[in-house]
T-cell receptor
Framework: AQSVTQLGSHVSVSEGALVLLRCNYS??????LFWYVQYPNQGLQLLLK??????LVKGINGFEAEFKKSETSFHLTKPSAHMSDAAEYFC???????????FGRGTSLIVHP | SQTIHQWPATLVQPVGSPLSLECTVE??????LYWYRQAAGRGLQLLFY??????ISSEVPQNLSASRPQDRQFILSSKKLLLSDSGFYLC????????????FGPGTRLLVL
């Protein structure tokens, strides 16, 4: 069984500030982990994924995430927020065999000028 | 790479009316296909998935149904819509046809009045 918890349904930051979106997972097998971004009225796009290689994963648009097994976490960060980063972000976990990832409830990132 | 088309983009329907949403995929053959629903504040919910023509698995019991009449076509239907069916419906397939990285279509916004 697998599950994902995203802490905070909304995160608000100022433009230029650090972005930190939290994700904790539960999986009975070594997980595959994903972050997706969804802009208003669009489908989800893959930001980055972890598949048991390097624990620090770099994605598109300057985002990165670090896999911490001891904390069962996969938090998403970006050093400096842009207005264009305002969107919904989803964390997801897969198990490498089921081909059906489990998604978190999503975190809405709000960026203030 | 694959492309997912969803039709219509937006739909407003009265309670009790039927529903048919269409998803078609290009650029891959025999993909796994998925229907998700995104309702306000409830994240991404997997409704159905299909591993081939005529093969449908339901994840959530409800008044919706799905069909896969052709390899690259996935249809979501209802005989009588409920208010609670309102939401954003997303079709997805694994990147490359299999695996857990999901590639999403642009979505259909359904409002049931």
């Amino acid at each position: 069984a697998q599950s994902v918890t995203q802490l905070g349904s909304h995160v608000s930051v100022s433009e230029g500030a650090l972005v930190l979106l939290r994700c904790n997972y539960s999986s009975s097998v070594p997980p595959y982990l994903f972050w997706y971004v969804q802009y208003p009225n669009q489908g989800l796009q893959l930001l980055l994924k972890y598949t048991s290689a390097a624990t620090l994963v770099k994605g598109i648009n300057g985002f990165e995430a670090e896999f911490k097994k001891s904390e069962t976490s996969f938090h998403l960060t970006k050093p400096s927020a842009h207005m264009s980063d305002a969107a919904e972000y989803f964390c997801a976990v897969g198990s490498g065999g089921s081909y059906i990832p489990t998604f978190g409830r999503g975190t809405s990132l709000i960026v203030h000028p | 790479s694959q492309t997912i088309h969803q039709w219509p983009a937006t739909l407003v329907q009265p309670v009790g009316s039927p529903l048919s949403l269409e998803c078609t995929v290009e650029g891959t053959s025999n993909p796994n296909l998925y229907w998700y629903r995104q309702a306000a504040g409830r994240g991404l919910q997997l409704l159905f998935y299909s591993v081939g023509i005529g093969q449908i698995s339901s994840e959530v019991p409800q008044n919706l149904s799905a069909s896969r009449p052709q390899d690259r076509q996935f249809i979501l239907s209802s005989k009588k819509l409920l208010l609670s069916d309102s939401g954003f419906y997303l079709c997805a397939c694994p990147a490359g046809g299999t695996g857990e990285t999901q590639y999403f279509g642009p979505g259909t916004r359904l409002l049931v009045l």
